[in-house]
């Protein structure tokens, strides 16, 4: 069977936060809670629940490590998770293609 | 030209003033140091505002900004600019220096411009540290920088002056991004 024209989009990574959070961590090799928070202007709340959904999805990785002192738990996307947005970008590419100008 | 999302991320992260508070506050006491004749100051001013904005980055800005670890393409991007860079200051001070003393010769025409190396070589630096940050007003600061000291070799008020103004006009903006970075954390802890 041939493959669709238009291709279906990966709903999990097709939510607004999670998308948002993944296109910043695409850009940076690891970023902190407060910096993620700060930057995606996502609640508290909301940006944690993502956090943990993703991490169980193998999207993200949280790693704790000792800098200067302190304890800090950084957040870093993983190859699962940059493989996923990379095809996730060319499903969208193919989706706004097949929209007459 | 619309700047990449990954560079507009690089440039806000140096947004919060301090480094332009610190270097500020450093080119004011340089300029004191000028006029006061205590010419250590000059050595030990820069190295000491370094340190002192690497503290004050992690304990003022951090906590309220996040951490973050720009991609190692981005940092090594960083790091060879920043030696091709040095290398070309230090090539343009000794070209300045050759072509003052050897080709026009004289000490005399040295006298009238020595006065504005100082800020002009703290304007190169600007210039280099808006190139590495990407944040522009540090080009603005060169300028800024490179008048004043074009300024002393008119007013002939010695290097001192020159670096004095251009240090509070550098220090004056830190301040008033500094002050707006905290407004802005105050509000978003208070949406929170």
Do not use: C
Not at chain 2, 30 to 56: D, N, Q, S, T
């Amino acid at each position: 069977m041939a493959p669709p024209v238009v291709p279906e989009v990966d709903g999990f990574l097709h939510e607004p936060a999670r998308l948002r959070v993944l296109a910043f961590l695409a850009m940076v090799d690891a970023a902190d809670f407060m910096y993620l928070l700060r930057q995606t202007g996502l609640s508290r709340g909301n940006l944690s629940v993502q956090m943990g959904r993703m991490e169980e999805h193998g999207l993200v990785r949280a790693s704790k490590r000792e800098v200067d002192g302190r304890l800090r738990t950084t957040f870093a996307l993983t190859e699962d998770g940059l493989t996923a947005l990379r095809g996730y970008k060319e499903t969208m590419h193919r989706i706004l293609a097949a929209i007459p100008d | 030209m619309m700047r990449s999302p990954e560079v507009r991320l690089f440039q806000a992260y140096w947004d919060d003033g301090t480094l332009d508070l610190l270097a500020g506050g450093a080119v004011v006491l340089m300029g004191v140091g000028y006029m006061l004749e205590l010419f250590l100051a000059e050595v030990i001013v820069l190295p000491l505002a370094l340190a002192v904005w690497a503290v004050l980055r992690k304990w003022l800005v951090e906590p309220r900004a996040g951490y973050v670890e720009f991609s190692r393409r981005r940092r090594e991007r960083t790091r060879h600019e920043l030696l091709a860079t040095v290398a070309v200051g230090a090539g343009v001070l000794v070209l300045f220096l050759a072509l003052v003393v050897l080709v026009r010769g004289g000490t005399a025409v040295l006298g009238a411009y020595v006065d504005a190396l100082p800020a002009l070589l703290l304007a190169l630096l600007a210039a280099v540290t808006g190139m590495l940050t990407r944040a522009w007003r540090f080009a603005v600061y060169a300028g800024v920088l490179a008048v004043a000291g074009a300024g002393t070799v008119v007013a002939g008020t010695g290097p001192g002056l020159a670096l004095v103004v251009g240090g509070l006009i550098v220090w004056g903006v830190g301040m008033v991004l500094l002050v707006r970075f905290l407004a802005a954390s105050r509000r978003f802890e208070a949406s929170e």
